[in-house]
């Protein structure tokens, strides 16, 4: 899951497991992610251009939605 070998959870066993279960392995997403990036699908997209980056705020999201 990408935790080092010596982490220890400071919470009972099986709490733990639950926390580990509705985690996200951040090293496997890191790679799928640039893999992803390395085809270039994120290339000239309307709106973007190299170097540039987007970030959307939770509000923005929530605005979105309603």
Same mark, same amino acid.
Request: glycine share 0%; aromatic share 14%.
């Given at each position: 899951m990408g935790f080092p070998e010596v982490f220890i959870f400071p919470v009972t066993d099986n709490k733990a497991l639950n926390l580990l279960g509705n985690s996200v392995a951040v090293p496997v997403l890191m790679r799928i992610t640039g893999q992803m990036a390395a085809t270039g699908i994120?290339?000239?997209q309307e709106g973007f251009t190299n170097g540039q980056s987007c970030s959307v705020s939770l509000q923005n999201r929530q605005? %979105? %939605?309603?």
């Open positions: 994120f290339e000239n605005d %979105a %939605a309603s």
